[in-house]
């Protein structure tokens, strides 16, 4: 079965400083994995996602994840953090057999100090 | 545009009564889910479907009941059998493989 966990429920950073939102994950067969932000009120909107290609995978607005097998990690990161990247991030695993199934981390919440 | 969309944006329902939710997809995905968001908490999956006319129970469908008699529609009925409803409501359509796209989800409230 598939689980994720996402280390920090909250993260609270200050603009201009790097951030690092942690995943780990649990999946029998070879994942896809998922970063996903939401903001208030909002649908989820995919940062970026892991396919069995390269390990390093770079998203929008400059964040990016290393897939570390050995670790079963898909820690997300990004340089410098700006105000609007203030928002709910989940970390995401799928695997595809009978059909694709999505399991999410419980979230966690970055905030942006000025 | 392609997209996934959800009406309405907010629903108030009353003690007793079934409301139906909306979820409309022009991006020809196979695929569609029904999550649930409450405060503080991850999604839970309530429904998924595959294929039109088939689909699965999720971890949370009790309360719950869906249809896919369209492959671009996935309407999901929230029952009186539902002893909590209030929360936010998000579908999701997929390809067999890659990323879930979201709608802008629906906040059903009862009153």
């Known amino acids: 079965a598939q689980s994720v966990t996402q280390l920090d429920s909250h993260v609270s950073v200050s603009e201009g400083t790097p951030v690092l939102l942690r995943c780990n994950y649990s999946s029998s067969y070879s994942p896809s994995l998922f970063w996903y932000v939401q903001h208030p009120n909002k649908g989820l909107q995919l940062l970026l996602k892991?396919?069995?290609?390269?390990?390093l995978v770079k998203g929008i607005n400059g964040f990016e994840a290393e897939f570390k097998k050995s670790e079963t990690s898909f820690h997300l990161t990004k340089p410098s953090a700006h105000m609007s990247d203030a928002a709910e991030y989940f970390c995401?695993?799928?695997?595809?057999?009978?059909?694709?199934?999505?399991?999410f981390g419980p979230g966690t919440r970055l905030s942006v100090l000025p | 545009d392609g997209g996934i969309t959800q009406s309405p944006k907010y629903l108030f329902r009353k003690e007793g009564q079934n409301v139906t939710l909306s979820c409309e997809q022009n991006l020809n995905h196979d695929a569609m889910y029904w999550y649930r968001q409450d405060p503080g908490q991850g999604l839970r999956l309530i429904y998924y479907?595959?294929?039109?006319?088939?689909?699965q129970k999720g971890d949370i469908a009790e309360g719950y009941s869906v249809s896919r008699e369209k492959k671009e529609s996935f309407p999901l009925t929230v029952t009186s059998a539902q002893k909590n409803p209030t929360a936010f409501y998000l579908c999701a359509s997929s390809h067999r493989t890659g990323s879930a796209f979201f709608g802008s989800g629906t906040r059903l409230t009862v009153v």
């Open positions: 892991y396919t069995s290609a390269a390990t």
């Open positions: 995401v695993v799928s695997e595809v057999r009978r059909g694709q199934n999505f399991v």
């Open positions: 479907s595959q294929i039109v006319n088939d689909f």
